[in-house]
């Protein structure tokens, strides 16, 4: 599964991990650092090396909660053209999917990105609202149309975008489980720099590091976690320094404080996270969904939060693997999902099927 020359250096890394003699139990905040972990198998590798690694609230389709699904599920069955990305069409609710309304007769379509809804919105006289999804990795180039202007008057957006850093000490604030250090998404710190993510270690003692996505980043971001734990040195680190600065990229951010406000909220599997979520700000509420469709969105029914026996919320906590769910593989797979973990190409039911054996 490695090159040759990248395999002899995974093995000096698991070997200079098991020199230091630490037992430890890290969770990442990220579909894409699961993907690496299990397709290349490093799950065995590390274990071999005492160390453990869980996946977190990393998956952004995967947090969106039912409620958020199915208030774009009613709009879409009350005349709104919904646009999103693949991954949410499928996420299954009490009322349905969004494939099942598009199956129903109600317009919902897969864009690759807010500009293809801008210029569907511009074609047609009916009102469209956008479903932004994601973390702070996405929610920028969200924010680039609102900013830019000229928008048409039928479009809108469903803000579900979140910040990373709050999901995070929800975790640590919740105690349900131990976790002596954390692998920080690298993708978002693109965007956010280091900045957020400093308070976990000055405040809470929790050593922490970057980490970019190719194997050799994941199992080096383990040995640097390892390392601080073994030197009692808690700080937090960048292994991804080639595209990860201090501060980020300035004008993603600019574009997220201009267009967004923290709000509090629900995440899939937790209690209302406080500052979590970002909602439009007043300036933009003549394109904020929430607000123009307020009428509409008043039917949305009630949901459940999860399907009858999804344990979706406690992978995204961390407290079991996917294949401990009793429905994993069985009634609950890629073709018949229960849950977004075995939906979205990121969520941690999906890859443990996908990838099954290679645990």
């Not at 967004?260 to 995440?267: A, G, L, M, S």
């Amino acid at each position: 599964m490695f090159k040759y020359r990248d395999e002899a250096t995974a093995t000096k890394i698991v070997a200079a991990i098991k020199d230091l003699g630490v037992k430890c139990k890290f969770m990442h905040i990220c579909g894409t650092h699961q993907d690496t972990i299990v397709r290349f198998g490093l799950t065995q590798m590390l274990a071999d090396a005492g160390i453990e690694v869980h996946q977190g609230p990393g998956c952004p389709v995967c947090v969106t909660t039912s409620k958020e699904v199915a208030d774009a599920i009613t709009l879409a069955r009350n005349g709104v053209t919904i646009c999103a990305f693949g991954d949410m069409m499928r996420v299954p609710t009490t009322i349905g999917s969004l494939f099942d309304a598009k199956a129903d007769g109600a317009d919902v379509r897969i864009v690759y990105s807010v500009e293809d809804a801008v210029r569907m919105a511009r074609e047609q006289s009916t009102p469209l609202t956008f479903v932004g999804v994601g973390f702070e990795t996405t929610a920028p180039s969200t924010g680039v149309p609102l900013l830019k202007g000229g928008l048409p008057e039928n479009f809108s957006i469903y803000s579900c975008h979140r910040y990373t850093a709050p999901a995070v000490e929800a975790i640590i604030g919740l105690g349900e489980n131990t976790i002596d250090g954390f692998i920080m998404p690298g993708h978002v710190a693109v965007i956010t720099g280091m900045d957020p993510f400093e308070k976990f270690t000055s405040k809470y003692g929790i050593p922490q590091v970057v980490t970019g996505f190719e194997p050799l980043d994941m199992l080096m971001g383990c040995y640097m976690l390892a390392k601080q734990i073994h030197d009692g040195q808690p700080r937090i680190e960048n292994e991804y320094t080639r595209l990860v600065k201090d501060h980020g990229n300035p004008k993603a951010r600019k574009i997220l404080e201009e267009v967004f406000t923290p709000v509090d909220r629900e995440w899939r599997g937790f209690p209302v996270i406080k500052q979590s979520a970002m909602a439009l700000k007043d300036e933009f509420s003549a394109f904020d969904a929430t607000k123009v469709h307020e009428d509409i969105l008043a039917k949305t029914p009630a949901v459940e939060g999860e399907s009858a026996g999804c344990s979706c919320g406690q992978v995204l906590r961390g407290l079991i693997d996917s294949e401990q769910c009793p429905m994993f593989g069985k009634a609950c797979k890629p073709t018949s999902p229960k849950g977004p973990c075995m939906v979205s190409a990121e969520g941690n039911c999906n890859i443990a099927y996908r990838f099954r054996g290679r645990l």
